[in-house]
Structures are given as structure tokens and as C-alpha cells.
């Protein structure tokens, strides 16, 4: 996440990799139906810094081939995201992307106070893809951006 005095230069970049099992299925269809939720929690008890709902959109969304959707709005009319990729894989790879930028997105009070938790929520299945942010694994964590990257 970075925080630019110029609010329309903020950006926001998540990305889970490597993930369990995950079915085409399991992501539900967020062309027609299924809304997204991107959270962001610190400190302990955790308390929310963000949080942006992606819609179900039919021309914002598209199906990836039987693995996935990917999601693409160039002026970042939901909550400042731009793109999302759901990657589903009969492996441990699966892999869930969210970006966005712009004066669009919500301002978040950094520095912020590890742990350090985001998840993206399917609004049909109640499927949670995230993850937890930790001491040396927050790298950067300042007034203009907040860097973190687990193994």
C-alpha cells in the first residue's frame, strides 16, 4: 500500500500465492453473481483499516479458461480496484491478485501496528483466501507505504 500526498497516485497491490487446492467452483461466478471483499486488519485485537467490495459485474469480469476469472476496470469505479485474478489449481498453486489505484481507494491510517492480516471473501461461499503480515515479515511500514511479504 502506498500513500501519496497526491491522492491520486495511492496504490494497492495484494497478492496470495502458492495456495491450496482451489476449484473454478469455489470462486462462485463474480460475473452474474458473486461479489468480493478485500480486508485489511492490524494490531491485536485486530482493528480494520479497509475494506473494498469488488461487484459482480458481466463486463468487468471474465472466466479463465476452467481455472479462474480475472477482472478488469481501467477507472477504478469499485473502491479504487483495478484488476483481480482468481487462479484456481489442482496443486498447491493457486493464486488470488488485487490492484488498484487512485484517489478511489480508502485512505488508511500508516504507519500501522503488526500483525498485519488481508483477505479477499467470496460473498457466495464464504470462502477466504488471506494472510498474516508479522514482525520481520512487515518490510517497510511508514507514513507514505506499508510493504509486507510472508514466505
Known amino acids: 500500500m502506498k500513500d501519496d ?3 491520486g497516485k495511492d496504490k494497492l497491490v495484494w497478492k ?3 495456495g491450496a487446492p482451489t476449484t473454478q467452483a469455489e470462486f462462485a461466478d ?3 453473481a458473486t461479489d468480493y471483499v478485500l480486508c485489511a486488519y492490524a494490531r491485536t485485537p485486530p482493528g480494520q483499516l479497509a475494506t473494498l ?5 458481466a463486463i468487468k469480469w471474465r472466466t479463465v479458461d476452467t481455472t479462474g476469472f480475472k477482472y478488469k476496470d481501467p477507472s477504478a469505479t469499485a473502491a479504487g480496484i483495478t484488476t483481480v485474478q482468481l487462479t484456481g489449481s489442482t496443486q498447491n498453486k493457486s493464486k488470488v491478485q488485487v490492484a488498484g489505484n487512485g484517489a478511489a481507494l480508502p485512505t488508511i491510517p500508516l504507519p ?3 500483525p498485519v492480516t488481508v483477505q479477499l471473501f467470496n ?5 477466504c483466501w488471506g494472510a498474516t503480515f508479522q514482525g520481520s515479515q512487515v ?3 511508514d507514513t507514505g507505504q506499508l510493504k509486507a511479504k510472508a514466505p
Open 53 to 57: 467490495v469488488i461487484p459482480a459485474d
Open 5 to 7: 500526498a497526491n491522492d
Open 30 to 32: 463474480p460475473k452474474s
Open 139 to 141: 518490510l517497510k511500514n
Open 16 to 18: 496470495w500465492t502458492q
Open 123 to 127: 460473498a457466495t461461499t464464504g470462502l
Open 112 to 114: 500501522v501496528t503488526a
